[in-house]
């Protein structure tokens, strides 16, 4: 099974954006045992972070192209984007939503995702496993 892993915007700067609340774990590194989890589950794996909501879009569009199931952080998008949303509503596999934080636990404008209604899963509050959290489903869900 493909599956896209997708970081929205200043995710990037884990490590050293707020690590309080974000962890210490940097990017490159969350992107590196997704990718290992990926290869002991069996599952190809690609980790994607971008700032600019149009190459999520497109890269949005490639996974309902290519059928590929999705593991999206969508940071601060979540509670902005309707593009986002209907991007995500065009994906065919099966799309996980995560946050690092537990984001009904903080400002009430973290409380409503566009992007929820329109994910098969969602997972937040467990930090960075929360991505190895929803690889692991995939592979026991299987499918596409
Ligand atoms: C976040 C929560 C969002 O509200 C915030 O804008 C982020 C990170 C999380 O992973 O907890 O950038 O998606």
Request: neutral net charge.
């Amino acid at each position: 099974m493909r599956v896209h892993v997708l970081n929205g915007p200043n995710l990037g700067r884990l490590g050293r954006r707020e690590p309080a609340r974000y962890g210490s774990t940097t990017h490159a590194e969350l992107a590196g045992s997704c990718r290992a989890l990926g290869e002991e589950l069996g599952l190809a794996v690609d980790v994607r972070q971008t700032d600019a909501e149009h190459e999520l879009l497109r890269w949005l569009h490639g996974a309902a192209d290519d059928g590929a199931a999705v593991v999206l952080n969508p940071a601060a998008w979540t509670h902005t984007s309707v593009a986002l949303r209907d991007a995500c509503a065009m994906l065919t596999a099966p799309l996980v939503e995560v946050h690092l934080t537990n984001v009904h636990a903080r400002e009430p404008f973290r409380v409503h995702s566009f992007v929820s209604p329109v994910a098969t899963a969602s997972i937040v509050g467990c930090g960075v496993e929360g991505y190895a959290l929803a690889l692991r489903w995939l592979a026991m869900r299987g499918g596409s």
